[in-house]
């Protein structure tokens, strides 16, 4: 089964902030790659899908790269509603899920 | 606007059998192609998969629970539900019922809460 690593586990960061996470998957997932958004208490929020396809309603300040192993998320500039966690998904084989990046305040 | 909603016990006993269901509301179970999953989040923990099915009947199962899980669908009531049998302490988590669009899961249930304990 493919397995997903996640980094930084967790993330300081003011607004404004310009925020990368990284993941990776154990083999090659060509881009079927998608970014959650999760809050506390509540489910998760779709945020990208296909390595870098941003979901409707989403905004452009989320964006997705990367294709094989490698994939980042970026948030261009942080705003106060984006301290969240973030999963990575993989759909190339089943469905797995990264360990998740908290993005805190700093 | 499609809302789920899980229902079921919130408390099962070791060795016992897991059952949950999932309303679907907002449009029709059997309307578009989608599949519907079940993922489960224990407490502080990540997301994990556990199955999905067609409202045609078709499944698939995580491998790693699929000896322990079922899931079945009534288009009639338009809901779909999880059976996970032998149960123990480490099947304690927030479960939740997704909508699945070719593996991505774009609606969500608020999740609910199962506890495995004697």
């Known amino acids: 089964d493919i397995q997903m690593t996640q980094s930084p586990s967790t993330l300081s960061a003011s607004v404004g902030d310009r925020v990368t996470i990284t993941c990776r998957a154990s083999q090659s997932i060509s881009s079927w790659l998608a970014w959650y958004q999760q809050k506390p208490g509540k489910a998760p929020k779709l945020l990208i899908y296909k390595a870098s396809s941003l979901e409707s309603g989403v905004p452009s300040r989320f964006s997705g790269s990367g294709s094989g192993t490698e994939f980042t998320l970026t948030i261009s500039s942080l705003q106060p509603d984006d301290f969240a966690t973030y999963y990575c998904?993989?759909?190339?084989?089943?469905?797995?899920f990264g360990p998740g990046t908290k993005v805190d305040i700093k | 606007q499609v809302q789920l909603q899980e229902s079921g016990p919130g408390l099962v006993k070791p060795s016992q059998t897991l059952s949950l269901t999932c309303t679907v509301s907002g449009g029709s179970i059997s309307s578009g192609s989608y599949y519907w999953s079940w993922i489960r989040q224990p407490a502080g923990k990540g997301l994990e998969w556990i199955g999905r099915i067609y409202t045609s009947g078709s499944t698939n199962y995580n491998p790693s629970l699929k000896s322990r899980v079922t899931i079945s669908v009534d288009t009639s009531k338009n809901q779909f539900s999880l059976k996970l049998s032998s149960v123990t302490a480490a099947d304690t988590a927030v479960y939740y019922c997704?909508?699945?669009?070719?593996?991505?899961?774009?609606?969500w249930g608020q999740g609910t809460l199962v506890t495995v304990s004697s």
């Open positions: 998904q993989q759909y190339n084989s089943y469905v797995t």
């Open positions: 997704a909508r699945d669009r070719r593996r991505l899961f774009d609606y």
